[in-house]
C-alpha cells in the first residue's frame, strides 16, 4: 500500500510539476493594450502604396495629382481623465506608407481600463520634442531636418513628406515635395520659428478591454479646408517656405479623424 | 523490480523540471570581433546590421580578408575582388566600368566598400539586386564578364590548398569548404570597412575646424533653394551621406539601363540606382552607376545644369525645365569644397584593410 502511495506521488510530481498556474487567468484585467492603425485615404477612396506612382487624385485647387512618397511622424500619445494627470506616452512612430511600416503601433505602456474624456497624439514633434539629434533611429531614416538659417538654426525633425507629381497649369506633368515641419523664418530679424504640429484629437473613449483605434489620415484635406493649396504656386522648396508651413499646418487640423474602435 | 521503477520515478521527478543542459564539453569556439563602432555612428545612427548566423569573428574576417584578395577566385586565376575593389581607391577602381578577365567591360561603376553594415534594408548593388553581403559576394564569381569562374572550381581549389581548409575550421569549425562559407567570411571582412574619419567627421566631434568655404559650400548642401543635396544624401545628423535608396536622378531622358526596374519589374522604377555615400569622394571617381562622369567638377555642373527629364525622374529633383538647381559659380567651388572634406585618408591606409 505505501509503495503504491509513493508511486501515486511520484506520478503525480513527474506530470504536474511544469504545468501553467491555470489561476493566472483568474487576475482581474486593470489595464489594456493599446494599438493605433494609421490607414489613409483620398476623400472615399482608399490609399495604400500599391496605389501609388499613378497621376489619379483632385484637389480642391482642381489639380491632378500622383503620390509617390507618404510618410509622417506621430507622438505623445496621450489619454485624458478627469480629475486625474493625463497619461501621457511619450513616444514617437514614423508612419511610413510607401514601405507600409508602422502602419500599426502599439504602445509598450498599458492603459488602466476606464472612461478618458479625450485620447489624443501629436500630428510631429511638438517643440519639447523637436531635438536635433535626440533620435538616432529617425536620423538613420534620414527623417532630421538640416540645422541651418532657411530652417531657423534649430535642426529637428520633419513631421510629414508627402510627395508626387501632378499636372501643371501648362497641361505638363512636374512634380511637388509637400514636406511639413516645424515652421521656420531664417529671414527675419531675429529668426522665427513656430511649433506647426498639431494635437490629433480623437475624442471620449470608455476603455473596458485591448482596445484598437483607427486613425484615419484624409490626404485630400491637405489641399483644402481652409486653404485651398495651388500646387502651381507653392510645390517645391516648401520647408523654408514659413508662409507655405502654416498653410500647412491650417489644413493639417482637419486630416485626421478616429475610424473604428473595437475592444 | 517495482523499487527500481518507484526509483525511476523520483529521478523524473526531481529532473523533470530542470533544464535539458547536456554535459559542458571542450569545443573550440571562433573568437568574436565586435566592429569596432565609431563613435560619430553610435551617437547619431542605430546599430549596424549584421547577420545572426554570420557572427563577426576574428578567424572570419581574416579568412575573409585572404579570400577578397586571392585571384584564386576567377576562372584564370588573375582577378580578386580587390581588382574592381582597391583598397588606394576606397575599394573601388577608377575605371568607368570595370574590365573582367577575358577584357570585357561590364556596365556598371564598381561601387566603393565602406560602412556596409549600415545599409539597413539591405539592399546593395547599384540596382538593389542583392539583398546582403553575403549574397552579393557570390555574384562575381560566376559572372562572365567578370571573374568568369565557377564556384565548383572555386571550391575545389580553396579545398586543395594547403591552408585553406585549416582557416576555414578555425572560422566556422569546418574544414569542409563552401560557396556560402565563402561568402560568408568575404562579407564578416567586408562590414570591417568602417570609413569616419574625415575632416568633416572631426569637426563634427569639435576636434577640427573647416574652411570658411567648406561650411559654406555645407549650407548650398543643405539648403532647399540651392543644392538640396540633403534629401537623398543626408545630413550631418547622418554620417552614412546616403539614404541607401533607390533614385532616378536625371542622368538620362531614355533610359536605356532600368536599375532597379530591372529587379523589380516595376517600370516606376526604371532609371532608379541607389545614392551613393558622398564619403571619399576625392578617391571614387569617376562618378555615377556609368562611370560616365570623370570629375566632381561635372556630377556639380550635372546637377546645377544637366538634369534630363524622364517620367521618373525623382520627385526632388528641381527645376528640371532649366536643367537643375542653376548653383552659382561660388557656390559650386564651396559645394565641392564641402564635399571633399567628407574624404577619410586614413581609410586608405588602414593596415587591417591591406593585403
Known sequence: ?????????????????CGEDLDDNLVLKTEAETTFNFTHNWDETEVTSASFDSIQYLNQNGDSLSIEKLRYLISDITFSREGEEDIVLDIYNLVDVT???????????????????NVSFTYGFDDEDNIENAYPDLNSENWEVPNIQMFGNIGGYHYMQLEGRFINNADEETTYAYHNIRAADGMATPITTQDTSIQVNLGAITITNDITFQVKMNIAEWFQNTYQWDLNTWNSSLMGNFDAQLRMNENGQNVFSLGTVTQ | MKKGFIYLLLIISVS???????????????????????????????????????????????LGKKLFFDTKLSGDETMACASCHSPQ??????????????GVFGTRNSMPLFNLAWNYRERFTWDGKQLSIERQALEPVENPIEMHSDWT??????????????????????????????????????????????????YTLGQETLTSQ??????????????DCFHCHGTPSNPLWTDNIFHNNGLDTNVTDLGLGGVTGDSNDNGKFKSPSLRNLAYTAPYMHDGRFETLDQVIEFYSTGLQNSTTIDVLMKN?????????????????AFLLSLSDPSFLTNPDFQE
Open chain 2, 320 to 336: 528640371i525645365d532649366n536643367g537643375g538647381v542653376q548653383l552659382s559659380t561660388q557656390d559650386k567651388a564651396d559645394l565641392k
Open chain 2, 214 to 227: 567648406e561650411l559654406n559650400g555645407l549650407d548650398v548642401f543643405l539648403r532647399e533653394d540651392k543644392g
Open chain 2, 89 to 102: 581607391s576606397a575599394f573601388t577602381n577608377n575605371t568607368p566600368t570595370s574590365e573582367g578577365i577575358d
Open chain 2, 16 to 62: 523533470a523540471c530542470s533544464k535539458s543542459d547536456s554535459p559542458e564539453t571542450e569545443t573550440y569556439e571562433p573568437t568574436p570581433l565586435p566592429l569596432s563602432i565609431p563613435q560619430l555612428f553610435s551617437d547619431r545612427i542605430i546599430s549596424p546590421v549584421i547577420p545572426n548566423n554570420n557572427p563577426q569573428t576574428v578567424e572570419g574576417v581574416a
Open chain 1, 99 to 117: 514601405n507600409s511600416t508602422n502602419l500599426s503601433f502599439s504602445p509598450e505602456t498599458k492603459i488602466p481600463l476606464g472612461q478618458y474624456t
Open chain 1, 1 to 17: 500500500m505505501k509503495r503504491f502511495f509513493a508511486l501515486l506521488l511520484c506520478s503525480t510530481l513527474a506530470f504536474t510539476s
Open chain 2, 153 to 202: 572550381d572555386v571550391i575545389n581549389k580553396l579545398q586543395s590548398d594547403s591552408e585553406y581548409p585549416e582557416l576555414f575550421r578555425l572560422a566556422f569549425k569546418t574544414s569542409l569548404i563552401t560557396k556560402e562559407l565563402t561568402t560568408k567570411a568575404i562579407a564578416q571582412f567586408e562590414r570591417t570597412l568602417i570609413s569616419a574619419n574625415s575632416r568633416f567627421d572631426r
